[in-house]
């Protein structure tokens, strides 16, 4: 099957290629012979209620030194395109939604978009632990320093997230005592107008933050567990956490069974959980990564099984 895939990214320039999970699926796209094009969410516009771009189409290769080459620049309609994938990392603000209703304006107009357009605007990967509470460890969401307070001396020591980051950026571990905590709440919550979660501290944080990776509600069996760099609570690889392999626990696929149904109902194809010890901490729906260290650890093809998955959908939809 030969497709014109747009990917929607921060810039190409300015990736990790050892790393990168996007840059995988790109290559995977090649591969398979397929016309690649490429935009930054500056190059999205509707004109007269039609979604276009400026796309440059690019070759893309295995080589940390020079993993592509531009081909050429193209002003395009969206709907040209067969599939989109929406792969620009957080922070999730206006400007991330006012893509995303591009987006969906090529998608009502025939593209595959993924993940889907108004499902990327429902659901915060912090936020939506809400809806999975058998899941996840004691949460607490709101803008109340009061509120904040009273669940740190429930819990005695909490992790504290704002709602639209990643990377582990600006996320502090506080217990009880700690002469910063009012200040650090002040600013996270900008002294109570900006909503922020707290989440119990999980000890276990020792052993890795999980990720694992699902396709169209299916786990990947190996996790790649996040390891927290001496003296530091993230694992995030941002911050400089380590990675190690781990196969998926009973509990990892327990969880992975209960979130499962509403990804797919949401259509969100390509999706990271979080999970440490036994807890679902964040469910990531915007550009979750991992896929490259996994497959080199294991030896499989993460992104060629997405990419498999998207000829699936295209391929029902033509019968349908």
């Given at each position: 099957m030969s497709l014109k895939i747009g990917v929607v990214m921060d810039p190409l320039s300015g990736i990790?290629?050892?790393?990168?999970?996007?840059?995988?699926?790109?290559?995977?796209?090649?591969?398979?012979?397929?016309?690649?094009?490429?935009?930054?969410?500056?190059?999205?516009?509707?004109?007269?209620?039609?979604?276009?771009?400026?796309?440059?189409?690019?070759?893309?290769?295995?080589?940390?030194?020079?993993?592509?080459?531009?081909?050429?620049?193209?002003?395009?309609?969206?709907?040209?395109?067969?599939?989109?994938?929406?792969?620009?990392?957080p922070p999730f603000n206006l400007e991330y939604v006012y893509a995303s209703h591009i987006l969906e304006l090529a998608e009502m107009a025939g593209t595959l978009v993924l993940n889907k357009p108004q499902s990327l605007r429902d659901v915060n990967e912090k936020l939506w632990t809400a809806w999975f509470t058998d899941c996840a460890p004691p949460t607490l969401v709101s803008r109340d320093q009061a509120r904040f307070r009273q669940f740190l001396d429930q819990y005695r020591k909490i992790v504290l997230k704002p709602l639209d980051g990643m990377g582990g950026a600006s996320i502090f571990v506080v217990q009880q005592g700690d002469p910063n905590v009012s200040v650090i709440l002040e600013l996270m919550t900008d002294h109570g107008t900006r909503s922020i979660m707290a989440q119990q501290f999980l000890p276990?944080?020792?052993?890795?933050?999980?990720?694992?990776?699902?396709?169209?509600?299916?786990?990947?069996?190996?996790?790649?567990?996040?390891?927290?760099?001496?003296?530091?609570?993230?694992?995030?690889?941002?911050?400089?956490?380590?990675?190690?392999?781990?196969?998926?626990?009973?509990?990892?696929?327990?969880i992975t069974q209960q979130v499962a149904p509403l990804l797919k109902?949401?259509?969100?194809?390509?999706?990271?959980?979080?999970?440490?010890?036994?807890?679902?901490?964040?469910?990531?729906?915007?550009?979750?990564?991992?896929?490259?260290?996994?497959?080199?650890?294991?030896?499989?093809?993460?992104?060629?099984?997405?990419?498999?998955?998207?000829?699936?959908?295209?391929g029902n939809e033509e019968k349908q």
């Open positions: 990790n290629p050892k790393k990168d999970t996007t840059l995988t699926m790109l290559l995977q796209a090649r591969q398979r012979q397929w016309d690649v094009h490429v935009m930054e969410m500056s190059d999205l516009y509707i004109l007269d209620g039609v979604a276009g771009a400026r796309s440059r189409t690019v070759d893309v290769f295995d080589d940390a030194q020079h993993w592509f080459e531009h081909l050429g620049e193209h002003e395009i309609l969206l709907h040209e395109l067969d599939v989109i994938l929406m792969r620009k990392d276990e944080i020792s052993a890795g933050d999980k990720r694992i990776l699902m396709i169209d509600g299916k786990p990947v069996p190996y996790a790649l567990a996040r390891i927290p760099a001496h003296g530091e609570s993230r694992g995030n690889l941002a911050a400089g956490g380590t990675a190690k392999g781990v196969p998926l626990s009973e509990r990892d696929v327990w109902q949401k259509k969100l194809l390509f999706v990271g959980l979080d999970v440490i010890g036994d807890y679902l901490t964040e469910i990531n729906v915007t550009s979750p990564t991992c896929a490259r260290e996994l497959d080199a650890m294991y030896g499989l093809n993460i992104a060629g099984d997405f990419l498999d998955c998207i000829e699936n959908y295209l």
